[in-house]
């Protein structure tokens, strides 16, 4: 089976695919009063996840409790978001929905990255399961935790659209929750937290700015001051970091052939160009080179995804919009 099907039907996957689907508006939040401030409240939460993530920080503690990794053996990580790992729900990982108090000592998911030759815990998620017109948890005490919400029925029909056999053993395999709407609590509200590898843009960030600078093996003050687009663009130039930037959001797309092998000899060449920039060794440059060479990929993918391919990919793909150029702002470095 196809590592993307079996990611999507795969039962212990459920709670994971929220990584890969698209959220809704955020939507308020109501916090309960505390006796400490909401800074204080928060941090102490934190620690109470810290202390309990302490053992996953060796990798093989959680390869022997039965984590697996979300999308399969060969699945590499998600730009600035490394891998997720799930616990299914057999093996006593948890299944939070609307109404359940949350264990900050028990998340969801476990998010691995690859720095220097090994497996570093860099993350977590928080999942949980929402009805039509339930609100998203409170969560963290304050207002600086960040929720989204993924509407799997949705996300489930973008990715089998002209595929009636992948769409047959969506409807017969997946649970009706997640393949109906209405069905039952098929949405799924999802907050990253990093408390193990601080994150330049907060705690509560989408996405670790600082990964790819660590992975590539330069200074963290690299990311200082420095964008998300060169912090993507420095991805591209990391051993899978093409195919971890578009293979996945290329199969939602359901795109052709000559078309993946387009956008990859795009992507091979903005790579080189960031290289350039790695190779001077010097903080603006490399910086500088490496949104420029997200530019010149960003250029090619607008220029060769049909409308209908696009809508596809933003029902399916984290954050909502057409894959790889989340959130763009237009830039002077843009490749035009």
């Known amino acids: 089976m196809n590592a993307a099907l079996a990611l999507m039907l795969g039962s212990a996957a459920i709670a994971g695919l929220a990584a890969a689907t698209a959220p809704e508006p955020a939507q308020p939040r109501h916090h309960h009063h505390h006796s400490t401030t909401p800074a204080a409240a928060t941090e102490a939460q934190l620690q109470v ?3 309990a993530l302490a053992r996953y920080a060796d990798f093989e503690v959680a390869r022997r409790e039965g984590w697996k990794k979300f999308g399969g053996k060969g699945s590499g990580e998600g730009p600035l ?3 997720h790992w799930l616990l299914p729900k057999q093996r006593g990982g ?9 264990d900050f000592a028990r998340p969801s998911n476990l998010i691995y990255a690859e720095i220097g030759g090994r497996r570093q815990l860099i ?3 928080f999942n949980v399961r929402l009805a039509e017109g339930e609100p998203v948890p409170e969560g963290f005490a304050g207002p600086a935790d960040r929720w989204h919400v993924h509407d799997f ?3 489930i029909a973008a990715a089998t659209e002209g595929r009636p056999l992948l769409r047959w053993l969506a ?3 997946a649970p009706a929750e997640f393949t109906r709407p209405g069905a039952g609590r098929g949405r799924v509200a999802m907050i990253h937290v990093w ?3 601080p994150n330049p843009d907060g705690t509560f960030a989408d996405r670790h700015r600082l990964l790819p600078y660590l992975k590539l093996g330069l200074p963290a003050g690299f990311a200082d001051g420095a964008s998300v687009r060169a912090a993507k663009g420095l991805h591209l130039a990391t051993a899978r970091g093409c195919a971890e930037t578009i293979d996945g959001a290329l199969w939602i797309a359901n795109a052709p052939r000559a078309m993946s092998k387009r956008l990859h000899a795009s992507c091979n060449a903005a790579a080189a160009h960031v290289k350039q920039g790695l190779a001077t060794g010097r903080k603006a440059e490399v910086n500088a080179m490496a949104e420029h060479g997200w530019g010149m990929f960003s250029a090619a993918w607008k220029g060769a995804l049909t409308p209908a391919q696009e809508a596809r990919i933003a029902a399916i793909t984290e954050h909502g919009d057409a894959g790889p150029l989340a959130h763009e702002k237009p830039s002077a470095h843009d490749h035009h």
Do not use: C, K, N
């Open 49 to 51: 996840l810290r202390q």
């Open 81 to 83: 978001m490394g891998e």
């Open 94 to 102: 948890p299944d939070y929905q609307h109404g359940d108090t949350i």
């Open 123 to 125: 993350g977590v998620t």
């Open 153 to 155: 029925p949705r996300a």
């Open 171 to 173: 409807s017969s395999f």
């Open 195 to 197: 408390p193990t590898l």
